[in-house]
Structures are given as C-alpha cells and as structure tokens.
C-alpha cells in the first residue's frame, strides 16, 4: 500500500525542515559509538569501579571486554500502581541478559510522580517539570559509559517522555522500553464519572466517592482509562520500541514475565556485540514521529502529546509543530473508543484486537510508514502481531482479522469518523489544541462571555456558590509552564460537566493542561503563546464574548480591535507558585521553558554543525514553525 499523499506531503515537510538538526543529531550519534564493548573507553580504575559489587562470573564477562552490558533505567517505586511491577523486573532481566551472553547493570533510578495523586494539589507544578528531571536522570544513569544497550522500565505520563528523552540523547546506544501493563478491571468509567459529579454537586459525601475511587484504582498497573500512561505505551508499540503487543499484557502473569525476559534478550541482540546493532537515534526519526501522531490521532491519546511528542522529536533533532499535528488529523480516521472517549477500558481495546490490530488497519490504509527501524529491525509490518505464552516463552500470532467489539474498535474501513481526535484553534487569542473525540458534535461549537479566573481554587469557589449557573466560557490564565508548572486542571472536569447535563452552554479556554482524560466539555487547551509570555488571553475580561469553534478551529475573543489593542496586559502575584512543595526547586524551569508548541521543553535541538546555521529552517521569537522561514532561533539551537 502507498503511502497516504498527506502523510507523505507532512513527512518530507518535518524532514526538510529538520535537515539541519537532524544531521548534526546523527554525527553526535556516530561519534559516541565506540568500536568494542562501549566500556573499553575507561582507564582500569573506572572500570573496577563499575563492576566492583557484581558477582565473580559477571566481574569476569565485564574484565573481558566481549560480552555487552545492558543498562537497567527504572522508574520503580512502590507507591505508584503503574510502577510498583517493576520491583520484579531487574532480576527477569539479569537472568535473561546472562542467559543471552550478556551482563545487566542496575544503571539508575528516575522519579515516577503520579498525576492522580497531586491533581488539584500544589504538587502537581512539579509534574510537567518532571519529564525533564526523568530526563537528566537518565543521562545520569548513562553517564558512566558502561553500557552496550539499555532496556527502560517506565509506564505513566511524563515518565515515557522523559526516558525516552533521556534515550536520545544517548541516542548510539540500542533501546528497549518494557511496560508493566494495565491493571485488571475495576468500576466501570461511566459510573466513576457520574459519582464525581454527584460528589461535585454534593449529593454525596466523601465516603462515598473515595470507596468509589478506590474500587476503580484497585491493583498493581496503569489506570485503565485511555490517559497519558497508557498513550504512551500505544506510542511506545507504534514506534517499534516495544516488542510486538507489549503494551497491554496486565501484570505479574507469566506472559507480562515472558514479554519482559524476551525483551531483554532483544537489547543484547541489538547491542554493539550483536548481530542487529540498532541505535535508538536511529529507531526515532521522521517516519517514526509521524507515525506516533498518526497512532495518537487514530485512537484519540493523549493532548499531553502535543507537547510530549514535540519535545521527544527535538531530542533526535527533529522539529514538528501543531500545524503537523492539525494536518495529519484531517486524514486520520478514529477506529478506537476508550474512555473518556467512549465507555470501554484499555482492557477491552487489548481484547478487541489492541494495537497490532491498528497498526495493520492504519499500515493497510496507506497512514502509517511501514518502511521504519523497529528493535525488530524489520519494519512497522512486524508488529502487527500479539503475543502468546508458548511452550518455550513468547509466541507471536497475526493480529486478528476482524475487532472483537465494534463499539471499541473498529476498521479504518469504517471508522468512528473520518478525522482524528485533535483539532488546532488559531485566533486572536493565540494558538491552542482540543480534543473533540470525546465532545459531542452539538458541544464542539460555544460562544459566550467570559469569565476569567487566576486558578482552579477561584473557580472551583464559584461554582460550590453557584454563580456558575449560565452560559460562559471560562477562562482560566497564569497556568501556562512559566507562571506555575502547567499543571493539568482535572478539578474542573466534574464540575464543567455538571453544568453542560444541567443544559447550559459551557467551555473552557486556558494556557495550562487537561490531559488524557479531557472529556465532554469543549477545552482550547495549551493556549500559546501563555499569559505569562505576553500572551492575548491576558487581555480577556468577565463579559468578553469569546468563540471557541472546534469545528472551524477558531479561538476568538469577538472584542472590537480597536478596544482589543488599546488593553494593557494584565499583572499577577504569581508568588505564592514559587515556594513549598518544593517549587523553589524548580525556578530554573520556569525561567527557561519554551512554549507548549515548542514542547515546554528546558532543552534546546542539538547544535548545528559548522555551515548549517545559514540553512537552519527553524522560525524565530517562539512562533509556530514556518517552512519557508530561514531564520534561526538561537534561543531553541543553543
């Protein structure tokens, strides 16, 4: 099947535009590689150092400078569901790596912080931030220079980004990233939903919403709903990173056990020493970046990844934009429905076919680039397979012919609609995204006035006063990266919705984040540029008739122009973001992230090669990428 003329036109667009990155990215690449096991460049005191504590046979492999050691980076702790598996994960690793001829070194740990957990609390300005600190974890855990190839044990919503990040920019060195699965299924979302929104209301109490919490979050694993985690892993599959169908396989079964040991053995196949050598910088590239949008499109992930995957391309010197994001979407179709976009957990998508079933359906139609690097080295085609436990550890089956529920899944033959999931707004109030999957077409379009609120507390009072019962947009500011974090604002989720079943017509507008689990309420999320970086939503007043068309893609505040340019920005006390809960911690971000379409990432693309500079095609002064811009940014190149 050819490739579809649009994802083709995008394609050469994001490589074109990244020429320059991209190939100052693989000469970093190249030159890191070392010809030998990667630790033959330590003088003899280093390397004693690095195998001091291991046992007599493994110190032995390591003396002899032959056999690959792999890398264990994980983000286990034990409080986290999604994260808690990884605790049996090291020594399945180390018996499986020794099994292959290799040796495995527990390189380092990353924080895993949990947005269910801080959502509405001071540290959920941590979270954001977080992905780059994963980051810079993980280039600490490399910094040693052991290391053949690495396996990357992470699941959940800043985590992946920012392993994978940290991977890239260890980018000659072959990884695999290994999931722990979703956790088996508790309360149904539909009926989660509608006891926080009674609880909302305050028809019931506490009690009753925390025993309903904690039916739904119940065992080890990701939460079932189609958030961040579990778009992460989705990407994680489509990008050939995992082994086929790795993704959904729920934990500590012996198939979850099997997946992990073969996974393993995989990164000592594709080490230096192996017969495949594939380095991660080269798994990650154009094709592989379009590919993870299209696969996010396709099943209505995540809006965190309009900022996630932004970020990951630019660690591989690769610049994409909204305008990308936007394109693509006009010719993906939707084949999955999962909560909150639909009534069925992760669990049921798995059963239903899962993502070897949308890769084949997106592959067949055209969408997805076959012709890519995998950790299988054998293109996108071979993950169109799940796996089984067989009688020796892991089989692979084709994925079936036909989905296992048409209310889940469906062929891109007869997709839930014909477009993806995301839409981009463009108006006067900048740039922003929305995630109509889950909105109603009779919602998808809202024009009321305004009412502006500085955070979730000043919003969440209104409404618990009810002066909320009416039309209005709400627009929420100061919550774009630099003012405090870009934390994600699920507190208003229950209440919005309550207010959109009473009949009234509602939206909200904001520089901060919704996340995956935005639901039916219209949301222009991401507004950029933010408040903070002198962006127009600073100049929306209570009143201002504001229009948010998610079928148009247009975000206006409908104020005369003349009355619109004459308003002064508008001034905070952003202070109290500043301290406690270790915020103080993280000025340095906040000083230093780029905007939400560049990623809000602190890191900049690799620096350009000496004569590149004049042919870098990166738009300047934090506006949206341009492809006939020759103008370089130096902010975001060096």
Known sequence: ????????????????RSRAYRRAYLHRLD????????????????????????????????????????????????????????ERFPPLIRDAVRAAGGVAQFAGGTPAMCDGITQGQAGMELSLFSRDTIAMATAVALSHNMFDAVVYLGVCDKIVPGLLIGALHFGHLPAVFIPAGPMTSGLSNPEKSRIRQLY??????????????????????TCTFYGTANSNQMLMDVMGLHLPGAAFVTPNTPLRDA??????????????????????????????????????LATGG???????????ARAAGIVIDWNDFA???TVVPLLARIYPNGEADINHFHAAGGTPFIIRELLDAGILHEDVTTVLGRGLRAHCTEPFLGNEGVVW????????????????????SPEGGLRLLTGNLGRAVVKVSAVKPQHRVVEAPALVFDSQDAFMQAFEAGRLQRDFIAVLRFQGPRANGMPELHALTPALGSLQDAGFHVGLVTDGRMSGASGKVPAAIHVTPEVLGGGPLGRVQDGDLIRLDAEAGMLQALVPAAQWDARAPVVADLSPNEVGMGRELFAMFRRTVGMAEEGAATFGLPPLLAGDYEHSSLGTGGQPFNDEDTQVNERTSS
Do not use: W
Request: aromatic content about 4%; overall charge neutral; charged content about 15%.
């Open 397 to 416: 089956q084709s994925a079936p012919a036909a989905s296992g529920s048409l209310e889940v899944l469906r062929p891109a033959a007869a997709p839930f």
């Open 327 to 329: 394109a693509l979407s």
């Open 200 to 221: 909302a209301q305050g028809k019931i109490g506490r009690v009753e919403l925390l025993e309903a919490e904690a039916q739904s979050y119940h065992d080890p694993g």
């Open 259 to 296: 997946l992990t040991q073969a996974s393993a053995r995989r990164a000592v196949e594709i080490s230096t020493q192996g017969a495949e050598y594939t380095p991660v910088g080269h798994v990650v590239d154009e094709k592989a970046i379009v590919n993870a949008i299209v696969a996010l």
């Open 31 to 86: 030159t890191a590689r070392h010809q030998g096991v990667q630790r033959g460049t330590l003088s003899c005191t280093n390397l004693a150092h690095g195998f001091a504590a291991f046992p007599a046979n493994d110190k032995l492999q390591l003396k002899q400078m032959k056999s690959p050691s792999v890398a264990i980076v994980s983000a286990y702790n034990d409080m986290l569901s999604a994260h808690q598996p990884f």
């Open 302 to 312: 995540s809006t965190n990844h309009t900022l996630h995957l932004v970020a990951i």
């Open 1 to 16: 099947m050819s490739i579809h003329a649009t994802v083709a036109a995008v394609t050469e667009k994001i490589a074109v």
